[in-house]
């Protein structure tokens, strides 16, 4: 029996985009960063044969969430002089902003750890930004 629920995906307004330097440069001199992008996110239902509604794409609402609840979201991708580098991420949902601030102060923490880990990169100086 398939029990997945299918919603419109409702992006709220107030998107908002940040940069975060790492303070750490690549092989090849350039900064390497986090593009974090926060916003809510409310699933609601699709809207039945003869209702008008935007034609877009459909999600499956994930398991522990709920339709038209608001929900904190955070799409995290690793920049190159400010420029998207590397493959995406998928965004991430938190039932509170402070989970979501949460999960993003630890995703700092760990990609700069796995920059300087790998060898990838070295640490700037104050005088090199």
């Not at 307004?13 to 975060?20: E, F, L, P």
């Not at 955070?74 to 190159?80: D, I, S």
């Amino acid at each position: 029996m398939d029990t997945q629920r299918y919603c419109k995906d409702c992006i709220d307004s107030g998107r908002d985009s940040s940069q975060v330097d790492l303070g750490l440069l690549d092989e090849k001199g350039r900064a390497i960063g986090l593009r974090v992008s926060r916003y809510r996110v409310t699933y609601r239902n699709p809207p039945q044969a003869g209702e008008s509604g935007r034609i877009g794409c459909w999600y499956i609402v994930p398991e522990g969430f709920e339709l038209d609840v608001t929900y904190w979201a955070v799409n995290c991708q690793v920049t190159r002089n400010g420029r998207s580098y590397g493959a995406s991420q998928p965004r991430q949902l938190f039932k509170s902003e402070a989970e979501r601030e949460a999960f993003i102060a630890k995703r700092i923490k760990t990609t700069r750890a796995r920059y300087q880990q790998l060898g990838q990169a070295i640490t700037r100086t104050p005088e090199d930004k």
